[in-house]
């Protein structure tokens, strides 16, 4: 489903903080989402999700 406007409010969890207390989300993260490779920060998943789900002349907000 696409949708005309996504709005929100990523969590900003730093790399090295879920390498330290969420490794496993981590690790899923890295094998579920192509922009996770590297060293990347949680909000990265929430701004390629966002783009994903919005339709082509779309407007998406997010806080980050």
């Known amino acids: 489903m696409l949708f005309d406007i996504v709005v ?4 900003y969890i730093e790399s090295m903080t ?3 207390k969420t490794p496993n989300i981590r690790l899923f ?6 922009v996770a490779q590297g060293n990347w920060d949680v909000y990265i998943i929430f701004l390629y999700l966002a783009h994903a789900y919005i ?7 997010l806080i980050t």
Do not use: A, D, H, I
């Open 29 to 34: 993260c890295q094998t579920k989402y192509e």
């Open 18 to 20: 879920m390498v330290r």
């Open 8 to 11: 929100g409010n990523p969590p």
């Open 55 to 61: 339709k082509q002349q779309g407007l998406s907000c």
